[in-house]
């Protein structure tokens, strides 16, 4: 079980997290014209690389935020943990 | 009753305290303190089961979790439980042990003619043979091999146990007591840290119970009390014994299996029979120790066959002999001490040494003790069936592949070392590529993969000195790491015998024209011959000389049995072994009760059970409940001996005819608060939302970024920057999360907060054509006028001296009103709503009504929004704006969504007007078309029409709006139904909807 830390709550089981995959797609602006394929590469594209992975988890049982997690999807070592709204080089 | 094979004085046993079993009927006893294995070598006993493939007899080989052959059914306190290793479970008062996979007795088995047809199957036999025809395999040959194999006999008993889950946070976790496992734990203990200590066994002190040694002139098992004492006293340690760490998963999270009271006679009802701990690690130190292996030779499975130092613990622990004419079988100096042992105790063994005449520290020791050493020696084969009676055994030549003499000795039983096998396991879970050391012809831990650090045998360490060194400094500088403190702890001195170097001799060659079964594995009875095959056959990779032969499968998991495979692989294929390479190792180390890993989470407590407010009300009122989540919800109120069928039609008929309550608590509520609110909801759902008033609800739709529909619902507008936003009952964590996702992630700059109020408010539907009388003497001083308050429109008002919302919204399709006050006052509200609505008529109902009513509506629902319809399949796209952006529009352009056939919601009926459609049916052209029937659509939700009285159903089809008046089958294989059916409106009952807004 992944222990993951939480940049608000700090180190927490998995059990307290759900999954919500890759962290870097951007959603098209709203109110833009987007041009379909742009669209369908943001609804349906997702790669699925061995190694680092920059994804989304929601601390669900804890405070409800979304946060990023960086992750080796090999090996489930997690490299760094940050705030939605910051950046994971 | 006197025990023949047990010694006067030896052993840590309770000789106040004996215990009485039985074994296959017959009665023993035993002592406090021992094994079922140890009580039964005492009492002479050797035989206890039958092998898996040959059905040969077998005996005990090791005296703990190396045994390969003793798994037995035993019954014990009420239990029955199989494949129970009897080297490890402790004897209790009234057990009763049975051998396993033997028919019609251990001492006569029938299956024992593959044992003497054995020519006939070699490895892979089963899948050779029993290929053809295809057709026999599940009816015939797989049932009869099942039973001639198989192991124990499950319980199909319900589990009257008390199982536990424990979750721990520690330092450092310390998994085995041995010196090194002692010395780990005192230094990490004394820097301060927080320890644990797991010790697998009852008693504490690994090979300090058993090895000849001294430490501070204390002896080995002294020194073991006076640590773990010390350490018991400590408050930031805990020591554990029955305790087996069996698990390393990620991020340092380890599982131990804990035997809390199976060896106790009596205890609490509280009491749990086993418990499993997860434990989270900062630091973890495997100090698991070494196993021996064997040296292979022929017939080496007869009983009365141990590894040599199991036949020492034997002695040691449990005060008991394993024979009185030992042969002792060596490629090292470790089965010396075994030798002397037996010496000790006035048995006069043989000791056979692989090795050339040389001289060591102990074998000095035997020689002056006069026993009988013959160097360059080996067994070649023993003899006797269901016990060892004598062993052929013979000098060999200096190339060790052939012999100078051969002579036959007398013994009862034979005690073979092979050198000593490191536990690797744990490490190896926790992701350590091992490597092999040459040293020991065994694999070590490399470099760490998590926070892993293999201290003593566990490394490679076969020395006391190495091992309590390796110990105290692992401890320390590991505790140091955390705690900031260092204590300085003199290492103490020891004393022990220095060891020569082994030999590296695994399995001793035959005389020509012999060929008795040499085993590799026991449990799974693999031979030399069998993984021969293997490899001529073609097999190379190591995983699948596993596979195809069995070799280290099975709950022993080839402790024994795996390096002298490897060794065999590596001699045939040329390789050194490391090229070989190892199979994986996998949890648990050894079985676990299916009970532990379930712990409390059975029956009732499987998972959490939510209840509404008036759950009571509905029990009482003999609500029969369905299962909504982890809600209960009433389906119906059960009236004298009413069915479903006909209480949900009384019900959902008085709804539409006078007034009915439903509890729609469990709806899922979402409170939206902020300036940014409105725009908010407004790209949420796919209709506008800017413009709806305070104090008025509308019915809104949201979709998945991929068109589908995701959930629907009404969303009231209760102040300027207030939303209440219901869902449906099995989506509103769905949503919640959704909606988080949004806010936090995709729109930050909105200025809106949510948050789930699905407990906080109790809610009740009054719905029906009486609805708004019922409502009027509910709220007496409130003006409840269609013009006061119409359909959509929303007051706050007080409901008998309580607050109350009043939503006049309607899922039933009637007239009618969602009322919402605060969860305490549930109750009330419904009693009160019971107490009034007499004069009405009113009649609660349930979720069975409450679907027919939808239904004959043409309201989707659940079965409708399955996952892959978009709002026009449900004709909902009245509701999609074209004006403004939303989560999922784009989508809805793609060009599958837009085909002139695409599926429609319709409604079906039958033909004959009385035969019900049964939902999941498949709609076809032609019932007796050729297979595969193509697909039109399927059923969806299916009713009794109460308004028509008639069945009538909703599906989804294929270009179904221009199927209406047509006619189609509906098909369920599964209720072996086929049903005439004809297309009709999906609203059946009020298509214009002027009953909701009446």
């Known amino acids: 079980m992944l222990y993951i830390k939480c940049p608000y709550c700090g180190l927490r089981a998995q059990k307290e997290f759900s999954y919500g995959g890759d962290a870097t797609v951007k959603r098209p602006n709203i109110n833009e014209e987007v041009p379909s394929e742009d669209w369908d590469n943001f609804v349906y594209m997702r790669k699925s690389p061995r190694g680092k992975h920059i994804e989304l988890w929601q601390h669900i049982a804890g405070c409800r935020q979304w946060i990023k997690v960086q992750r080796d999807t090999a090996t489930h070592e997690i490299f760094q943990t940050a705030k939605v709204t910051e950046e994971i080089r | 009753m006197s025990q023949p094979f047990r010694l006067n004085k030896e052993g840590l046993i309770n000789r106040n305290k004996k215990i009485s079993f039985t074994f296959n009927g017959k009665k023993l006893f035993g ?186 002139n204390l002896s080995g098992k002294d020194w073991a009390e006076k640590i773990i004492s010390e350490l018991k006293s400590m408050p930031n340690v805990t020591v554990k014994n029955r305790s087996q760490v069996f698990g390393y998963y990620d991020h340092n999270m380890l599982v131990m299996f804990e035997r809390v009271s199976d060896h106790l006679e009596k205890k609490s009802k509280f009491t749990p029979r086993q418990r499993l701990w997860y434990i989270r690690a900062k630091e973890t130190i495997l100090s698991t120790g070494s196993i021996e292996r064997p040296i292979v030779f022929g017939n080496n499975d007869t009983p009365g066959i141990f590894l040599s130092a199991a036949a020492k613990e034997y002695m040691k622990v449990y005060g008991v002999l394993v024979g009185k004419k030992p042969l002792i079988f060596t490629n090292n100096d470790s089965a010396y001490e075994t030798a002397l042992e037996f010496k000790k105790n006035n048995v006069e063994p043989i000791i056979l040494d692989t090795r050339e005449e040389h ?62 096998t490191p536990s690797v396991h744990l490490a190896s879970q926790s992701g350590n590529k091992l490597k092999y050391e040459e040293k020991i012809d065994a694999f070590i831990p490399d470099k760490k993969k998590q926070h892993e650090t293999s201290v003593g045998a566990a490394n490679g360490s076969f020395t006391l000195e190495e091992s309590l060194k390796n110990g105290f400094e692992n401890g320390s500088n590991l505790s140091a790491k955390i705690t900031d403190t260092k204590t300085e702890i003199a290492i103490p001195n020891v004393n022990e015998k220095k060891y020569g170097a082994h030999d ?39 995983e699948h000389v596993k596979r195809y ?98 209480a949900s039609k009384r019900e959902a008929k008085n709804v539409r005819e006078n007034v009915g309550i439903c509890d729609v608590t469990t709806l899922g509520k979402i409170d939206i608060k902020g300036p940014d609110a409105a725009e908010f909801l407004n790209r949420v759902y796919t209709n506008a939302w800017m413009k709806l008033p305070v104090g008025k609800a509308r019915y809104g739709l949201m979709l998945r970024e991929d068109g589908i529909v995701m959930d629907d619902g009404t969303t009231t507008r209760i102040s300027e920057n207030h939303y209440h936003m219901t869902t449906t009952t099995a989506q509103a964590a769905n949503v919640l999360s959704h909606l988080e996702y949004y806010l936090q992630i995709v729109w930050p700059e909105l200025n809106v907060n949510v948050v789930s109020t699905t407990e906080q408010w109790a809610g009740a539907a009054i719905a029906g054509p009486k609805s708004r009388d019922m409502l009027s003497k509910l709220y007496p001083d409130l003006d409840v006028s269609n013009e006061a308050l119409p359909f959509m429109g929303y007051k706050e008002a007080e409901f008998f001296g309580v607050p109350s919302r009043i939503f006049r919204i309607s899922f039933s399709g009637e007239l009618a009103y969602e009322i919402n006050v605060k969860s305490d006052h549930g109750m009330f509200m419904w009693e009160k709503m019971m107490e009034v609505g007499k004069d009405f008529g009113n009649q609660p109902y349930g979720t069975e009504a409450l679907s027919t009513l939808r239904i004959e509506m043409g309201h989707v629902a659940g079965p409708e929004l399955d996952g892959r319809t978009i709002p026009s399949d449900v004709s909902l796209n009245g509701l999609v704006s074209k004006k403004k952006d939303f989560i999922g529009k784009n989508s809805l352009g793609r060009e599958a969504f837009n085909v002139e056939s695409r599926q429609k919601i319709v409604g079906l009926i039958p033909i004959d007007r009385k035969s019900s459609i049964p939902e999941g049916s498949h709609i076809v052209q032609d019932q007796n078309a050729k297979l595969p029937n193509p697909k039109l659509g399927h059923v969806s939700s299916s009713c009794w029409s109460v308004e028509n009285n008639n069945p009538f159903s909703l599906a989804i089809m294929k270009d179904g709006k221009n199927m209406i008046g047509k006619k189609f089958f509906a098909v369920s294989p599964l209720k072996n139904k086929t049903i005439e059916v004809e297309v009709i409106s999906s609203h059946y009952v009020d298509p214009e909807g002027k009953r909701v807004r009446s």
């Open chain 2, 549 to 646: 032969t069995t070799l280290g499968m099975a709950t022993d998991q080839g402790r024994t049995s795996n390096l002298n495979g490897l060794q065999l692989v590596s001699n045939i294929e040329n390789k050194i072994v490391p090229e070989v390479g190892h199979t994986t190792f996998r949890p648990p180390f050894t079985p676990i009760t299916i009970g532990t890993i379930v712990g409390r989470e059975v029956g009732m407590e499987y998972m959490p059970t939510r209840k509404t407010p008036m759950h009571e009300w509905h029990e009482k009122n003999n609500a029969v409940f369905v299962d909504a989540g982890a809600w209960k919800r009433p389906r119906y109120y059960k009236l004298g001996s009413e069915t479903l069928f006909e």
């Open chain 2, 31 to 216: 002592y406090e303190g021992d094994t079922i294995a140890s009580a039964l070598i005492a009492n002479g006993i050797h035989l206890v089961g039958r092998s898996f493939k040959y059905h040969r007899p077998r005996g005990f080989f090791g005296a703990g979790v190396e045994e390969p052959n003793a798994k037995l059914q035993v019954e014990f306190n009420g239990h029955s439980e199989p494949n129970v290793n009897a080297t490890e479970m402790e004897l209790v008062e009234g057990l009763s042990a049975t051998s396993q996979n033997c028919w019609p007795s251990v001492n006569f088995d029938i299956g024992a003619i593959n044992n003497f047809l054995k020519m006939f199957f070699p490895a892979g036999f089963y899948y050779k043979t029993f290929m053809w025809p295809k057709s026999f395999w599940y009816k015939i040959y797989e049932p009869f091999i099942r039973k001639a194999a198989g192991l124990g006999v499950a319980s199909i008993e319900k589990d009257k146990e008390r199982y536990e889950h424990k979750f721990e946070y520690c330092d450092l976790l310390v998994t085995g007591s041995g010196p090194s496992g002692l010395a780990s734990a005192y230094a990490a203990a004394k820097n301060g840290a927080k320890v644990i200590l797991a010790e697998d066994k009852p008693r504490f002190g690994g090979t300090l119970l058993t090895d000849d040694v001294s430490i501070d």
């Open chain 2, 504 to 542: 590296k001799f695994w399995c001793m060659p035959l005389p020509k024209n012999e060929n008795p079964k040499r085993f590799v594995d026991f449990q799974n009875d693999v031979s030399v011959s069998d993984i021969e095959i293997a490899l001529r056959e073609g097999y190379r990779s190591i």
């Open chain 2, 359 to 420: 001289s060591s520290e102990l074998i000095d020791e035997a020689k002056s003790k006069g026993i009988d050493i013959r160097f360059s020696h080996g067994v070649i084969v023993a003899n006797g069936y269901k016990k060892v009676k004598s062993a052929k055994i013979g000098k060999l030549n200096k190339d060790k592949n052939s012999f100078e003499k051969i002579e036959t000795v007398d013994c009862d039983c034979i005690c073979v070392s092979g050198f000593w």
